[in-house]
């Protein structure tokens, strides 16, 4: 009986998946931390100016923060509020596109894995 109630707590505690998202515009696997994700956070949110420029300093720089913010619902929210990042701004980041933040909805929805 323990043993029950552990496999569904664990399951019940997993990270969404896409079909939970409802995006069948994502495929499973093609979004990639190293290749997709820092490149966009870098882009969105380095400044090349020191702390306190750009998005949050330097904790949006380890995937185990993005991942904690990910899991709270906070990285998501302000990409889609568009209050990440912030623009208009005086360091030269632009408004995300569409598809840089669709890059960011299937990462999520796939697990937000660190590959």
């Given at each position: 009986?323990?043993?029950?109630?552990?496999?569904?707590?664990?399951?019940c505690?997993?990270?969404?998946?896409?079909?939970?998202?409802?995006?069948?515009?994502?495929?499973?696997?093609?979004?990639?931390?190293?290749?997709?994700?820092?490149?966009?956070?870098?882009?969105?949110?380095?400044?090349?100016?020191?702390?306190?420029?750009?998005?949050?300093?330097?904790?949006?720089?380890?995937?185990?923060?993005?991942?904690t913010?990910?899991?709270?619902?906070?990285?998501?929210?302000?990409?889609?509020?568009?209050?990440?990042?912030?623009?208009?701004?005086?360091?030269?980041?632009?408004?995300?596109?569409?598809?840089?933040?669709?890059?960011?909805?299937?990462?999520?929805c796939?697990?937000a894995?660190e590959?």
């Amino acid at each position: 009986m323990i043993s029950a109630t552990i496999v569904i707590f664990a399951s019940c505690n997993k990270d969404k998946t896409l079909a939970d998202c409802n995006k069948p515009e994502c495929t499973p696997g093609s979004v990639s931390y190293e290749n997709d994700i820092v490149p966009l956070i870098q882009g969105s949110c380095s400044t090349g100016l020191g702390p306190l420029t750009g998005c949050h300093d330097a904790w949006i720089f380890e995937y185990n923060n993005v991942k904690t913010s990910v899991d709270n619902g906070v990285f998501l929210s302000v990409i889609l509020d568009k209050s990440m990042p912030k623009t208009p701004n005086s360091f030269g980041i632009d408004t995300l596109t569409q598809e840089q933040i669709q890059l960011f909805e299937c990462w999520i929805c796939d697990g937000a894995l660190e590959n």
